[in-house]
């Protein structure tokens, strides 16, 4: 009988019914080792990640602390607010704490109104109060307003050192005072008075005889300007003589009848007065008609003999130059002179000797320069600040020097066409320095301060709901001082090219911060945003 040896591989599995108590014991304790010893390692694991974490703030260690270096302290420094965090004020208040806040001043327009409280300026001693009521100047006309709910004047701008803020670019200049003025800007056109500009024509038709003016040529009032030749004048003028006669010899036979009335019937004395008043009544029409033509008259012209009145009235009204110009056989009684009615210039002349003109054409334009009218086309929303009696300072386009009137006359309505209000300022030229036509610039003075509170352009910022300037601390300059700018609130006023006027939110005397004012502004904005550097959460 022969034998095989089966491989161990091949062999049924063992039970346990087949294996003795000792062996069944072992294999138990065996499987549980092998089942509890792996949850122990990954909870021993979870708690070494648990402490590392609390102990690291759940950040990754650096690479030195892994390997046993000597792990390094923490930076000192405040990236919100740009200054190390164990001196940041806005992040540790109990290091510089803030003053008592006193809302926002209706009266001036601002939060933390410096000119209500004056404790709060930022200069050492007695702070300078206004020289001029502020809250008054403010409602001269519309301003910018701020939010009373805007809080950046809470907070605080901070460097670590004088040295720091000039890196920076923080330049800095004093609250001061100078004049400025509330304007109203308006272009505008110089023309000659409408009221002392002169057109000048002959009354009647005739012919040029002789010319005495031309362009430029000053003239006072009563200075002949040319004589012209009309028939028309020597009628009246023979018309005037002739009626002079009847009234001489009808006063004549009244007369005589009034000697003779007792031999003589009354009939002839009632006609020989009706003639006279007819007589009389003739002589009127024909003076009148000289004088409407413009000739000066004697009274008692009727009482003196017909030859003298003929040679008086044939060169009535001729100057002595118009007569040296005329020949004796051109001295006829046909002449009428055109006289300039007041002083001032020929601006124009279109005239010569020989011409004949009538009562259409235009001779002589005269104007006085010595008083010219400014119109100002105002806007329509300024139209409101414009009121008869303020000043007004004009410059012409050419550059020449300023010249200041009154207005005079502001138009009841609104041009249609430009929406614009004209006001007419009376202009003194005694000089003959402007020119009519002029085009140029003119300011309304709404209001003038010789010592307004003013502070260099560059040193107004401003957000979309406020404006605000960064005044130094009054301790800046001490070794100890804190370096930073409080944030003011201020109400704009005048401005020029160089400078603004604050009505509220600074005082003269305090300091402020002009040029890298923006970068101020742009630190402050980014510190009220909120963000943050993790300082906070250590």
Same mark, same amino acid.
């Given at each position: +009988? ?57 950040? +990754? ?70 020289? %001029? ?46 004049? +400025? ?43 002949? $300007? ?66 409407? $033509? ?47 009615? %007041? ?41 409101? %600040? ?112 160089? %400078? ?39």
């Amino acid at each position: +009988m022969s034998t095989s040896t089966v491989p161990a591989h091949q062999l049924p599995p063992v039970t346990g019914a087949g294996l003795q108590p000792e062996a069944r014991t072992d294999g138990r304790r065996r499987g549980w080792i092998g089942r509890v010893v792996p949850n122990v390692v990954v909870f021993s694991l979870l708690a070494g990640v648990l402490f590392m974490g609390h102990s690291t703030g759940w950040k +990754m260690p650096r690479a030195s602390q892994l390997f046993g270096a000597k792990p390094q302290v923490a930076d000192d420094w405040c990236a919100e607010h740009l200054v190390p965090e164990s001196v940041c004020i806005e992040c540790n208040e109990d290091l510089l704490p803030k003053t008592k806040e006193f809302g926002f001043c209706r009266i001036h327009g601002v939060t933390e109104c410096v000119i209500c409280h004056p404790e709060l300026a930022q200069v050492v001693g007695e702070p300078d109060r206004p020289a %001029y009521d502020t809250a008054k100047a403010i409602a001269v006309r519309d301003r910018p307003e701020n939010n009373s709910r805007n809080t950046l004047h809470k907070r605080r701008v901070q460097f670590t050192s004088a040295e720091s803020a000039a890196k920076a670019g923080i330049d800095i200049d004093v609250v001061g005072e100078r004049p +400025m003025s509330d304007i109203i800007r308006a272009n505008g056109e110089l023309r000659f008075a409408p009221t002392r500009v002169a057109h000048l024509s002959s009354r009647v038709g005739g012919t040029i005889a002789a010319v005495f003016k031309s362009v430029g040529d000053d003239v006072q009032a009563g200075d002949v $300007l040319a004589l012209v030749d009309a028939a028309a004048v020597g009628q009246a003028k023979s018309l005037l003589l002739q009626s002079i006669v009847q009234v001489q010899l009808k006063r004549a036979t009244v007369d005589r009848l009034n000697i003779a009335a007792a031999s003589v019937p009354g009939k002839f004395l009632v006609e020989a007065e009706a003639a006279l008043e007819e007589a009389e009544i003739g002589f009127l029409s024909a003076r009148q008609s000289l004088i409407n $033509l413009g000739f000066e008259l004697p009274d008692d012209l009727e009482n003196r003999e017909a030859k003298a009145i003929a040679d008086e009235l044939r060169l009535l009204g001729i100057p002595a130059v118009g007569l040296l110009a005329l020949t004796t056989q051109s001295r006829t009684a046909n002449l009428i002179p055109v006289l300039a009615n %007041y002083a001032g210039v020929v601006v124009s002349s279109d005239v010569v000797a020989g011409e004949v003109v009538d009562s259409t054409k235009l001779l002589f334009t005269i104007a006085d320069p010595r008083q010219l009218w400014l119109t100002l086309n105002v806007r329509q929303e300024d139209a409101r %600040y414009v009121s008869r009696g303020q000043t007004v300072r004009f410059r012409t386009d050419d550059g020449s020097d300023e010249i200041t009137g009154p207005i005079v006359w502001v138009s009841p309505a609104v041009d249609e066409r430009t929406r614009t209000l004209q006001v007419r300022v009376l202009i003194d030229n005694a000089d003959g320095t402007l020119r009519d036509r002029t085009f140029g610039t003119g300011w309304i003075i709404l209001r003038e301060e010789l010592r307004a509170i003013v502070v260099p352009r560059e040193a107004v910022q401003s957000t979309s709901d406020a404006r605000f300037v960064f005044v130094r601390n009054k301790n800046w300059l001490k070794e100890d001082g804190p370096k930073l700018f409080h944030v003011r609130q201020v109400r704009i006023g005048a401005a020029d090219d160089r %400078y603004v006027e604050l009505l509220a939110g600074v005082l003269p005397g305090e300091v402020v911060a002009t040029k890298g004012s923006p970068v101020l502004l742009g630190q402050l904005l980014r510190s009220n945003l909120g963000a943050g550097c993790g300082c906070h959460d250590r």
